[in-house]
């Protein structure tokens, strides 16, 4: 089955840091653009990062510009968010999401989210 | 930023039923504007895509509408398994906004 798997989600105090992993499996992950995207209890989506299939592009929501860091390993078919000085409004479930080949933003596959919970 | 404004933000309705939910976009997205369904606890599941594309597998009772600025999403007969939230997202460049979501319960 084509899927995505993160892992990673926690309690971290604000301040911290925290680095979630996303493993896919059943698609060719080199030729697809990913992204994380995050939505805080009982609230709306929101997108976080896009990475493009070559790690040559690279884009971040204002929100979390200079303290998140995507990359990917295409050779073990992950891709990661590095998570830095983290403040309560970042809790959220974070999800995964594959690109379409029609556009970067465009989400055909998500994975079923990990929780991070940023409390003192 | 792109700001995304759907209405309502609650909806009941009974199975049968046809239902429509509207979103409309800060500025002009052109067609570049999905429809994604989403379960509690889950994670949400593109249906629509380019305003009227429809996602492989998804039923024909889903269709979307609209250019520019103002777009609907219909459900033209509710089934029991469409009971969820439903979100609109732009994609028109680099970056991404989604709507606040709609949630579509049973009457």
């Known amino acids: 089955e084509v899927q995505l798997v993160e892992s990673g989600g926690g309690l971290v105090k604000p301040g911290g840091s925290l680095r979630l992993s996303c493993a896919a499996s059943r698609f060719t992950f080199s030729t697809y653009a990913m992204n994380w995207v995050r939505q805080a209890p009982g609230t709306g989506l929101e997108w976080v990062s896009s990475?493009?299939?070559?790690?040559?592009?690279?884009n971040y929501a204002d929100s979390v510009k200079g303290r998140f860091t995507i990359s990917r390993d295409n050779a073990k078919n992950s891709l990661y968010l590095q998570m830095n000085n983290l403040r309560a409004d970042d809790t959220a479930v974070y999800y995964c999401?594959?690109?379409?080949?029609?556009?970067?933003?465009?989400?055909?596959?998500w994975g079923q989210g990990t929780l991070v919970a940023v409390s003192s | 930023d792109i700001q995304m404004t759907q209405s309502p933000s609650t909806l009941s309705a009974s199975v049968g039923d046809r239902v429509t939910i509207t979103c409309r976009a800060s500025?002009?997205?052109?067609?570049?504007l999905a429809w994604y369904q989403q379960k509690p606890g889950k994670a949400p599941k593109l249906l629509i895509f380019?305003?009227?594309r429809l996602e492989s597998g998804v039923p024909s009772r889903f269709s979307g509408n609209g250019s520019g600025t103002e777009f609907t999403l219909t459900i033209s007969s509710l089934q029991p398994d469409d009971f969820a939230t439903y979100h609109c997202?732009?994609?028109?460049?680099?970056?991404?906004?989604f709507g606040q979501g709609t949630k579509l319960e049973i009457k």
């Open positions: 999401a594959r690109g379409s080949l029609y556009s970067t933003t465009l989400f055909d596959l």
């Open positions: 500025q002009s997205i052109s067609s570049w």
């Open positions: 990475i493009s299939s070559s790690s040559g592009y690279i």
């Open positions: 997202q732009q994609y028109n460049g680099d970056s991404t906004t």
């Open positions: 380019k305003s009227s």
